[in-house]
């Protein structure tokens, strides 16, 4: 069957000296890989030029729904960057997006809403001017929505303490679970409701930023199964933390 799709670059594993397998986020079939063959070559169906972090292709593959590994016959870039390659800040949080996506979505089913999401995220990261040092935040808590399990912010009060666990905020600290202190549940509070059009008015110190990275990477992985460790994270921690 052909068919053609965006595809969003997530990860590139050589498995010979001219041959790749690129995962990634299709919007016709949610997760796909596909082996590329040749990709040295000129004529290869997929350029090396085309296998960075984030890259939007538009594919015409020969799919298959019972193999694991699908085959591109032709590829185009479908958006073109300006800035993401070349501002290092933005090339580090385009690696950490992609790991992210690449470890946290498994299932090859569509999701519209989902792709285009990610997609409009590329675009943003890619044009920002402003507060691109709060853009994984936004990025991480906008995903949680998409995801099922967003914060309550509703259930936030004074001197309240994030339940990791059930994603909502207590008035006391039980006496077992997972639960923030009162100064990091503000401080999640406070970026429950960040976005990319707002993300460049919060300011946070190193320190805090530092927390706040790292409370969502725990919330996440008690909220996603087989959510294993993101090697880029020491990355941001160096430029954003």
């Avoid at 498995?15 to 997760?31: F, L, M, P």
């Avoid at 001197?159 to 909502?168: E, I, S």
């Avoid at 990275?213 to 933390?241: E, R, T, W």
């Amino acid at each position: 069957m052909q068919i053609k799709t965006k595809a969003i670059v997530l990860h590139t594993v050589k498995c010979s000296e001219n041959s790749v397998i690129v995962h990634t986020y299709t919007e016709q079939h949610g997760r796909m890989s596909y082996v590329v063959n040749g990709v040295k070559s000129k004529r290869s169906s997929l350029r090396s030029s085309f296998l960075q972090p984030l890259m939007v292709l538009e594919l015409d593959t020969d799919y298959n729904p019972n193999k694991d590994l699908q085959r591109i016959k032709e590829s185009r870039v479908a958006y073109t960057f300006t800035d993401l390659p070349y501002d290092p800040s933005k090339n580090a949080l385009a690696i950490f997006i992609a790991e992210l996506l690449y470890r946290s979505l498994k299932e090859p089913h569509t999701d519209p809403e989902l792709f285009q999401f990610i997609y409009d995220s590329i675009e943003k990261l890619d044009t920002s001017e402003n507060g691109v040092g709060n853009f994984h935040l936004s990025f991480l808590m906008q995903y949680s929505r998409h995801m099922g399990f967003a914060p309550q912010h509703d259930t936030y009060i004074d001197n309240a303490h994030f339940d990791m666990q059930n994603g909502v905020f207590l008035s006391s600290r039980p006496s077992f679970g997972n639960c923030l202190s009162n100064y990091d549940s503000r401080l999640f509070a406070t970026i429950c409701t960040i976005n990319y059009g707002n993300m460049h008015g919060y300011s946070f110190t190193r320190e805090d930023k530092k927390a706040l990275l790292k409370n969502l990477m725990s919330y996440y992985k008690l909220h996603m199964h087989h959510f294993s460790h993101i090697k880029s994270l020491d990355v941001l921690y160096q430029l954003f933390a």
